[in-house]
């Protein structure tokens, strides 16, 4: 069973930085999409950035110079590295997976494909 695990959220100032990790386990496909993906409440859950079993990384428009999503080498820690912190970066963070795709392509990024999710860590950047 695969399991996802978030960590690392707080909060910070506008400006500052916070690395959010995500432990994964339970899963030993050698092809996959990771992505993390934010919430805020009442409002739709959107990608941030992704990065596939290559370690091919893909970011949306927003965080593009300020976030840095990366894995260990063992590829059991996932990470999203957060620079510049805005307060529209307010939101809970997500982590997902969807196995068993060679990299994240646009369909392979949408969020209704991602299969297994962690619960979540809350983000809050004041200003």
């Known amino acids: 069973q695969v399991q996802l695990v978030e960590s690392g959220g707080g909060s910070v100032q506008t400006g500052g930085s916070l690395t959010l990790a995500c432990e994964v386990s339970g899963f030993t496909s050698k092809k996959y999409c990771m992505g993390w993906f934010r919430q805020v409440t009442g409002k739709e859950r959107e990608g941030v950035a992704y990065i596939d079993s290559d370690g091919r990384t893909r970011y949306v428009d927003f965080v593009k110079g300020r976030f840095t999503i990366s894995q260990n080498n063992a590829k059991d820690t996932l990470y999203l590295r957060m620079t510049q912190l805005k307060p529209e970066d307010t939101a809970a963070y997500y982590c997902?997976?969807?196995?068993?795709?060679?990299?994240?392509?646009?369909?392979?990024?949408?969020?209704?494909?991602?299969?297994?999710w962690g619960q979540g860590t809350q983000v809050t950047v004041s200003s």
């Open positions: 997902a997976a969807n196995l068993g795709v060679w990299s994240c392509t646009a369909p392979a990024r949408a969020p209704t494909n991602f299969n297994d």
